[in-house]
């Protein structure tokens, strides 16, 4: 760490630093992998990258839940990709070599005999770790790493009282974005609170963000504040959509923990989210949003929307009213205000003029202890390179 106790501006610019993050943390952590139901019949998969490992998910018999790394023991080619069902086998496109759904190697192609004698159960896919907690399904490349429960207990008293399994996930509202900035400065962004007040003033206005309550717990940031008094004192009429959660007054509000190392929640009084950091290069990072929603008819979605209108007419405004809607700053959209300014930051960390100034007492310290945790992580191995 540099003497201010911050991460050196290298951590956000030198590959070699991504790659051993790579290495030591997203190939050593627990990664989502995507909801429950999206594996229905026996025999369904998906697939996921867990930092440096592809991992194939199958629903087994008996709605057990298999995972493997997704690589043929022969030469070590992806098996399968997406999503899809293995119908009783995974075939490696390279030479043909064929799993059954249990990750036994079953069969070589027809010219069996340059394996002579070979031992097959010694070339079965090797098993990944899989598990889910709150309807998500979650892997970790390594199969004896610490318990799923036990990974995000220290988080766990601190969310919110949603019943994930119940909502459904919104049709057609995945969203996909390409950050050209560090991963770490998306989740900085996320996890900041002093900013909330000021980038998002006329975005995110239906929050008290004055008496939000955040902090570590374990390697998990929490983070929890009210709705406004406006919003919250006709919420049934205000909410843009049907609430998700039954609440008292006292209790209501958003809750928006980052679980280590990247997988953000938004739960909120109408919406539940997953915003999944995907690191793709040092400075390129993919955010993939997905959302569930009260499984409520389509009829009472569009008679929310029409009663709440005239509030949000007069609540949502751009940061800028002076750019343009095309702009991020006049979008009146946060999340385009938010990749703005971590594209902003990626851009000034190459100028040799570059310094981080004084940080936020208590705003800013979840930054801070994010960086130490990221430091502790991979810090000695960069210092050893």
Known sequence: MTKNDSLPVAAYTDPQFFALEQRHIFSQTWAFAGFIEELKAEGDFLTVQAGLNNIVVILGADSQLLAFHNRCRHRGTQLVNGKGNTRGKLVCPYHD??????????????QKQEFAGLDKACYNLTPANVGIWRGMIWVHPDINAVALAQWFAPISPHLGPHDVESLVEAKGEIVVEEINANWKIVVEN????????????????MY??????????????????????EYQRNLAKNSPMPLVYEASDENQGSWVPMLFPGIGLAESE????????????????????????????SYEFIKQSTISAGFWSKKVKAKNSNEDSSHPLGSADFMQEDIYVCEQLQLTM???QFEIGPSALHGEEPIRQHQKLV??????????K
């Open 350 to 352: 190459q100028s040799p």
């Open 190 to 205: 996320y996890i900041d609170h002093y900013h909330l007040a000021q980038l998002h003033s006329g975005t995110l206005n």
């Open 208 to 229: 008290n963000h004055k008496k939000a309550e955040f902090g570590f717990e374990g390697p998990h940031f929490r983070f929890w504040e009210p709705l406004s008094d």
């Open 270 to 297: 109408s919406t539940w989210s997953v915003f999944q950091i995907v690191p793709l290069a040092v400075d390129k990072t993919r955010v993939i949003i997905r959302t569930k929603v009260a499984n409520k008819s």
């Open 97 to 110: 070599w064929t799993y059954n759904s249990q990750g036994e190697l079953k069969s070589l192609p027809k």
């Open 375 to 384: 430091w502790d992580w991979v810090g000695e191995c960069y210092i050893d």
